[in-house]
């Protein structure tokens, strides 16, 4: 399902793409993947603020911030161990809904506890804006904003589900997004509740 109407070129919804159980087993997979690459806080540069949601990578590289900014690295922040290598399901998902020869380079792990958020951003760390920005919701729904290319512009609400995937490309690639909130309770999938997003990108020029 692609959307139209007001929603950018490029920009893919496709509900309930894994199914429960390919759902389930990717949790376990990511469970024993946390305990090698365990999840940190991640804080704002320069005031050291706390996120709401803690955070993990997989792959080659791995998005961090901290007091001194925004980057990728290639170990972990707390550990200095490499990151873990990504899982083939989520390479065979960029393979098919992604629409880029390049394979990605990074899988960003954030965990959403029931109150987390996250505000309106742009992804713009990467090298390039060539590849897409694959994304994987499990656990509980959010309520995810989607914007334009410019801050202030006008947004758009939509609910994602446990086994939603969502792609901003093309034209959607640099479009402001966030989380607004988290339904607690709206998904089983994760024991101790809340939500998984796995974001897929790629990192340096092709």
Same mark, same amino acid.
């Given at each position: 399902m692609q959307l139209t109407g007001n929603f950018p070129k490029g920009f893919k919804y496709l509900p309930g793409y894994f199914s429960h159980?390919?759902?389930?087993?990717? *949790?376990?997979?990511?469970?024993?993947? *946390?305990?090698e690459s365990p999840l940190f806080t991640p804080v704002m540069p320069r005031t050291g603020k706390p996120?709401?949601?803690?955070?993990?990578?997989?792959?080659?590289l791995g998005w961090v911030s901290d007091r001194n900014g925004y980057r990728? @690295?290639?170990?972990?922040?707390?550990?200095?161990?490499?990151?873990?290598?990504?899982?083939e399901v989520l390479n065979d998902?960029?393979?098919? *809904?992604?629409?880029?020869?390049?394979?990605?380079e990074t899988c960003l792990v954030?965990?959403?506890?029931?109150?987390?958020?996250?505000g309106l951003h742009q992804d713009r760390d990467e090298k390039t804006f060539e590849a897409p920005v694959v994304s994987v919701s499990l656990g509980d729904t959010a309520v995810f904003r989607l914007g334009?290319?410019?801050?202030?512009?006008?947004? @758009?609400s939509l609910k994602l589900n446990s086994g939603d995937?969502? *792609?901003?490309?093309?034209?959607?690639?640099?479009?402001?997004?966030?989380?607004?909130?988290?339904?607690?309770?709206?998904?089983?999938?994760?024991?101790?509740?809340?939500?998984?997003?796995?974001?897929?990108?790629?990192?340096?020029?092709?």
């Open positions: 159980e390919e759902q389930r087993e990717l *949790v376990e997979t990511l469970r024993y993947l *946390v305990k996120f709401s949601v803690r955070m993990t990578n997989l792959g080659e990728y @690295q290639s170990e972990h922040p707390e550990t200095g161990q490499a990151w873990p290598t990504i899982p998902l960029w393979s098919r *809904v992604g629409e880029c020869e390049a394979v990605p954030n965990y959403y506890a029931s109150t987390a958020k996250m334009g290319v410019k801050r202030g512009g006008p947004t @758009q995937v969502v *792609v901003l490309g093309r034209e959607a690639r640099l479009c402001y997004h966030g989380i607004d909130r988290i339904l607690g309770g709206s998904s089983s999938l994760l024991k101790d509740g809340g939500r998984l997003n796995l974001t897929l990108r790629r990192v340096s020029a092709f």
